[in-house]
């Protein structure tokens, strides 16, 4: 059965003639989408293929801007981490500085104590 491309996601090869509890209906297998339930394939297929599609210039400008969206919030997502890592950098100094005093501590408390030093 020759089906028209499904109407969210263009595709052709996913598409499904099933039964389902309701009727028999056409489905999207890669974006799930389904079409009306009728009372049987042909019936299914009729309203799949009357289901109104976008023209290929709307179709290209949602893509683009998703395309669009997917750059944007992949750039917000790279400066959220820069900026997280910005924050940690002075307490990850700071941390740094006090094992350094602690290890100086413990060198310190160490050393023996020379007799003649004490007065
Ligand atoms: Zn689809």
Do not use: N
Request: net charge positive; hydrophobic share 35%.
């Amino acid at each position: 059965m020759k089906l028209k491309p499904c109407p969210f996601c263009g595709s052709t090869r996913s598409l499904l003639v099933w039964e389902t509890l309701r009727g028999t209906t056409v489905q999207c297998d890669r974006c799930g989408v389904q079409g009306p339930h009728a009372i049987d394939e042909v019936a299914a297929a009729a309203w799949w293929d009357e289901v109104k599609r976008p023209s290929a210039s709307m179709l290209a400008r949602a893509t683009a801007r998703l395309r669009a969206l997917r750059r944007q919030q992949k750039r917000e997502a790279a400066e959220a981490k820069d900026e997280a890592e910005r924050r940690a950098a002075p307490k990850r100094a700071q941390e740094r500085e006090y094992r350094q005093w602690a290890a100086d501590r413990e060198a310190w408390l160490r050393c023996p104590v020379e007799e003649d030093t004490i007065q």
